[in-house]
């Protein structure tokens, strides 16, 4: 069984850009994405759809 260390899919966390502190939890493939992901996500908080950033 694959060790989280070492994951090709780890689980990651993004946080919003526009300051509210609201997260997404998801997957990512290490292979495809290496870099941090950047995804344009719906926030409820500030009702509207803003970026949201990977964080570690």
């Known amino acids: ?4 260390r070492a994951d090709v899919r780890p689980i990651i966390r993004m946080v919003s850009t526009a300051g ?3 997260t997404y939890v998801t997957r ?7 870099d941090r992901l950047v995804l344009r996500k719906y926030d409820p908080v500030v009702r509207r759809h803003v970026e949201f950033k990977e964080s570690r």
């Open 20 to 22: 509210t502190s609201f």
């Open 28 to 34: 990512k493939n290490r292979r495809n994405d290496p």
């Open 1 to 4: 069984m694959a060790t989280k």
